[in-house]
């Protein structure tokens, strides 16, 4: 069974920074993608940033100039590194495993981000 765990949330002012990890129980390697999604209270859960099993890293629109993704397979674990917050970015954010079409889920860590 693949496990994730994440930490690193926490409250945050507006244009602060905060760096999320998310330990995975496997080699990251072994996984197409690892990445991060996140649920904002009443909506639904919304891709974040990805990092390919090559080495290339997507994001979404809304985080692009703001967060980064990294890795490090020796700890394997995952990260991402989020500056200049603002409060939409305010959510529950889940760090993910991908194997071919099977995905696997951390439990989330909370980012509020507030003045």
């Known amino acids: 069974q693949v496990r994730l765990v994440e930490s690193g949330g926490g409250l945050v002012q507006p244009g602060g920074s905060l760096k999320l990890s998310c330990e995975v129980s496997e080699y990251i390697f072994d996984f197409n993608t690892v990445g991060w999604h996140r649920q904002a209270p009443g909506k639904e859960r919304k891709f974040v940033a990805f990092i390919d099993v090559n080495g290339p890293t997507h994001y979404a629109d809304s985080v692009k100039g703001r967060f980064t993704i990294s890795r490090d397979h020796a700890k394997n674990t995952v990260y991402l590194q989020m500056n200049n917050l603002k409060p939409e970015d305010t959510a529950v954010y889940y760090c993910?495993?991908?194997?071919?079409?099977?995905?696997?889920w951390g439990q989330g860590t909370q980012v509020t981000v507030s003045s």
């Open positions: 993910y495993a991908n194997i071919t079409a099977r995905y696997y």
